[in-house]
């Protein structure tokens, strides 16, 4: 499947947030800050690269259904977008 930025651009917003994240995360080591407020960063980052590959999966499957209910046939099956939502579990 395509990733059109309009089928994925919250994803895409997301993954920007996450840079900027991981970016300070790098700097407070770095600079050897408190481990406690980088894991606390790391967290963030974690989470935030979680939550874009959920987003992508969930417009995949929109999309897909999209395809269904027009009567074409959609760019991935079932199957596949269960295994690539397993894979981010």
């Known amino acids: 499947m395509e990733m059109k930025p309009e089928v994925v651009g919250d994803a895409l ?4 947030r996450a840079r900027g994240q991981l970016n300070s995360v790098i700097e ?3 600079e050897g800050r408190d481990c406690a407020e980088v894991l606390t960063q ?3 980052v974690s989470r935030a690269l979680d939550r874009a590959g959920f987003k992508i999966v969930a417009s995949g499957m929109k999309h897909c259904q999209q395809a269904r209910e ?3 046939e959609p760019p991935m099956t079932e199957q596949e977008l269960e295994r690539l939502f397993l894979a981010l579990a």
């Open 28 to 30: 407070a080591m770095e």
């Open 70 to 72: 027009d009567g074409d």
């Open 42 to 44: 790391l967290a963030a």
């Open 13 to 16: 917003t997301r993954l920007r």
